[in-house]
């Protein structure tokens, strides 16, 4: 059973910064990739930030970019989202997310991956 965890979604002021942490368990977190995405409301869910099963490649929404960055600890089977100078267009859910192919190139879509978290909040006042 694929299961991951969400953590870290809190309100914040704006520009302030937050990290997020996922923990995987039941797969083989050190040969998958892992992304976050993010749905606010009244929008599709939104690619926010993937990484290679290697961490030797990310990849960053056009929205995120230069503000966010993915990293992964697979001793710990756990992966973060940190961002910073947040605002208010980053309130959402985020989901983690991981697919089903060891090994598989990075996706930007919610259908290259099989497995999601439950979502944390993130708050960002103005």
């Known amino acids: 059973q694929v299961q991951l965890v969400e953590s870290g979604g809190r309100s914040v002021q704006s520009g302030e910064s937050l990290r997020l942490s996922c923990l995987v368990t039941?797969?083989?977190?050190?040969?998958?990739?892992m992304a976050w995405f993010r749905q606010a409301p009244g929008k599709e869910r939104e690619f926010v930030a993937a990484?290679?099963?290697?961490?030797?490649?990310?990849s960053y929404g056009d929205s995120v970019k230069d503000r966010f960055t993915i990293s992964r600890d697979n001793a710990r089977s756990t992966f973060y989202l940190q961002m910073n100078s947040l605002t208010s267009e980053d309130t959402a859910v985020y989901y983690c997310?991981?697919?089903?192919?060891?090994?598989?190139?990075?996706?930007?879509?919610?259908?290259?991956?099989?497995?999601w978290g439950q979502g944390t909040q993130v708050t960002v006042s103005s």
């Open positions: 997310a991981t697919g089903p192919n060891p090994r598989s190139a990075l996706s930007i879509r919610p259908q290259g991956y099989e497995y």
């Open positions: 039941g797969h083989d977190f050190s040969i998958h990739p």
């Open positions: 990484i290679t099963w290697s961490g030797s490649q990310t």
